[in-house]
């Protein structure tokens, strides 16, 4: 019930506060499994994406929002989970797996799932080249993907904020992609020609610069700074 009623309250008063911008709502289907494929610029994206969608959709975050200690932790856990969040524990090591299947779970429910190929963050603006666990949810549960642009999101939420600062924000939805009509999710080629597809899409909306390569999350220490300084330097 406190689901439901956070959801009620929070998509009209944030539509009348923040005035997004939205555009192809039409292209969402209102039934069935449909898959929800965006880039990725903030924080605060998996929250626009719920509150402007026209169907209820989970997304992954981490666990720790989910366990933390007294007033505060109580109230985390209960603002993620009335917005639809999934926790997932992204330490593990089958962190990436866990996490495609808890999506293949709502998609396989005739639910909505919202994804961002990137994997993480981008941290300059650019839109990086999608891994292909999109296309693996894709393909596996047969249901359609709406590839999503967000444009404003890091002025509304920047690093460092708390509360969001009243900004332009546009949402766009695209055409449905059919990834029946790809091949199999055991095909890899299958799987890069409908992530391509699907990131060409969101890069038509967005109208981002082309990283041309993979975005990777920040070196959680100094070893795994100088690994990825070696790699890079390496002629092979």
């Avoid at 998509?11 to 880039?39: C, D, H, K, M």
């Avoid at 999101?153 to 924000?169: E, H, M, N």
């Avoid at 597809?197 to 390569?213: H, Y």
């Amino acid at each position: 019930m406190f689901k439901s009623v956070a959801r009620a309250v929070a998509r009209p008063v944030s539509r009348v506060v923040y005035r997004p911008t939205i555009t192809g709502r039409e292209n969402v289907p209102r039934q069935g499994p449909v898959l929800f494929a965006s880039n990725h610029l903030s924080f605060i994206d998996s929250v626009v994406i719920t509150v402007v969608a026209p169907r209820d959709v989970r997304f992954l975050a981490k666990a720790e929002y989910f366990t933390g200690s007294g007033a505060r932790g109580a109230l985390s856990k209960a603002f993620f989970e009335s917005i639809g969040a999934i926790p997932v524990d992204r330490e593990s090591n089958t962190a990436a797996q866990d996490s495609l299947e808890r999506g293949r779970e709502v998609l396989e429910e005739a639910g909505a799932f919202a994804i961002y190929p990137e994997g993480t963050r981008s941290r300059d603006g650019r839109l990086y080249k999608g891994r292909t666990g999109v296309a693996w949810l894709g393909l596996t549960t047969r249901c359609p993907i709406v590839p999503v642009a967000l444009t404003g999101t890091p002025d509304l939420l920047p690093v460092g904020a708390r509360v969001p600062r009243i900004r332009p924000v546009t949402i766009q939805f695209g055409q449905p992609i059919d990834s029946a009509s790809y091949g199999e999710a055991s095909s890899a080629r299958a799987r890069r020609r409908l992530t391509d597809d699907v990131m060409t899409a969101i890069g038509a909306m967005s109208r981002q610069e082309l990283a041309g390569a993979y975005n990777e999350p920040p070196p959680a220490n100094v070893v795994e700074r100088m690994r990825r300084a070696l790699h890079r330097n390496d002629p092979s």
